[in-house]
């Protein structure tokens, strides 16, 4: 068995981070969680809620005889923090992140590691539309994936430590190579965020329908698509502009589709419309069958509303 | 105060007619229901399940003596019902339906029911992914709200009547005009569904990402684009059919907008992006301070799961 990692920096203090913090104490792990964040309001709460043992003001202080360093900032802030913690890290440390994408984190974070220094960038594919400091819980990562995408040789201790270290976390672990990873990614999320976000803005912008009438009479489907459109605009500015020929390949896709059943309507050609709806049922089964969400009516949204630090 | 029906009859046995069944139970109405189904199959399990007090072989036998019809079949088979029951409804009976667009229903429904009979139209908004006579619960329309779009000149018992049963039945109940709701139902319920159904097609056709990979990492929020894409294929078709200059219309905006947000992609325009997703936050808070949805984590999914025909 692999050792534990004495002391984690989490650089960033939002949802995927604090949530983190919460998973390590849930598992017991004795680890010395450092944090910190750009922001001295973000620090402060940090400090109140005492959601690592220690928070200090900078990334290049937080890193100091970390084992684990993780970068859990926006994509667009990856390399200005990976420069500054740089010249700080010693060789062993084991230097991952959380960004949605990974070839632009690779190549903004890579260039200014010193050598010696194990990067290997993640992904755990998990969230909520809620974020700061005050969103994270310890489930959240439970049943879910943490992609890791190792490029080129690797430390085989380094990966395995990792690896353990989410599964502790409550996550399945998988590798991948990162190209291929933004293009899942570009499917399963980041085109349905931007589609989300569109059919939001759409609804929001129309004058002949109130914005009280699309709120009351959100059950009818649209009220999923505002749950995801509400996640943080300044991550997913930076995921849209680091994922940007992956992102657009799927929308162009998308729009396609979208015209032939458009079609479809306008010459009413109901067959066509049957015959599309009926093949997407099976992928939803899929989903259910593999653990990644329930059939429960309503997704249990009328049972009781758990506190989100609560353990269950 | 009103009189409670004495006899219902729900013509169509799917998800909401046995929602209607069960929460009628619930509610202790004492009403007497009779259903029925075109399909053999849907009445044997009907009657196996004990979900009406009489399951009868045709729609024109359910209406016998019955204070209220409930016509709950998919909105292209209303004309055929509304022709077979109409010669069978005698004056003073009240007949309702519970379709997804209102204008087409009228059209199709009021030519066959003869004077004397109450039409109120009428559009629960509430439904899973599930369909069939098993698949109803009685808290499917609990704060849940239930459109009523009477025409022209109304009686006022009437409708006050089937008020009171829809709110006896969990909902808030609503009057809207016809062609309004149809507009209001393309933006929060009919666009939505086929831009789900469009995204699920095109994530099963991707030759480079396997059907396995987009289940898996369904988490990321193509998860909840499933779950809206695996209603129930006829039900969605005859919507589509029948509300076409609304849904078109409402597609024409979205596709328009989704092109502006694809070119501040291709250009690099963060600043466009960023307050683009934040004014779709705020959307977000109405509908949970509306009470139509939980900002609880991950909607409770990860808690226990329960049983359709569980009260709570």
Request: net charge negative; proline share 5%.
């Amino acid at each position: 068995m692999t050792q534990d990692y004495k002391r984690v920096a989490l650089i960033g203090l939002g949802l995927i981070a604090s949530s983190m913090a919460h998973a390590m104490r849930r598992a017991d792990l004795g680890t010395d969680i450092v944090g910190t964040a750009r922001s001295a309001e973000t620090r402060d709460i940090a400090r109140e809620i005492g959601l690592c043992d220690k928070v200090v003001d900078t990334a290049a202080e937080a890193v100091k005889d970390a084992d684990l360093v993780v970068l859990a900032v926006p994509v667009g802030a990856m390399s200005g923090v990976a420069a500054e913690i740089g010249p700080h890290l010693r060789p062993g440390t084991t230097v991952t992140d959380v960004g949605s994408v990974k070839r632009a984190v690779i190549d903004a974070v890579a260039p200014h590691l010193p050598e010696g220094v194990h990067f290997i960038p993640g992904h755990p594919l998990a969230g909520t539309e809620h974020s700061g400091p005050r969103s994270g819980f310890a489930e959240l990562f439970d049943n879910r994936f943490c992609l890791l995408v190792p490029e080129g040789t690797q430390d085989p201790v380094a990966l395995e430590k990792l690896q353990h270290f989410w599964l502790a976390l409550g996550a399945n672990v998988e590798t991948m190579e990162p190209d291929h990873h933004d293009l899942v990614l570009a499917v399963t999320s980041h085109a349905p965020h931007l589609i989300a976000y569109t059919m939001v803005g759409v609804a929001d912008d129309l004058r002949r329908v109130t914005d009280s009438e699309v709120i009351k009479f959100s059950a009818a489907g649209f009220r999923d698509f505002t749950r995801i459109a509400a996640s943080d605009p300044t991550m997913w500015r930076d995921v849209f502009l680091n994922n940007k020929a992956a992102t657009l390949e799927i929308l162009g896709r998308f729009t396609e589709e979208l015209f032939a059943l458009q079609r479809a309507i306008r010459t009413e050609d109901g067959d066509h419309l049957h015959d599309y709806f009926t093949r997407t049922r099976a992928i939803r089964r899929g989903i259910i069958e593999a653990g990644q969400d329930t059939d429960a009516p309503d997704f249990g949204r009328s049972g009781s509303k758990p506190s989100p630090t609560t353990k269950e």
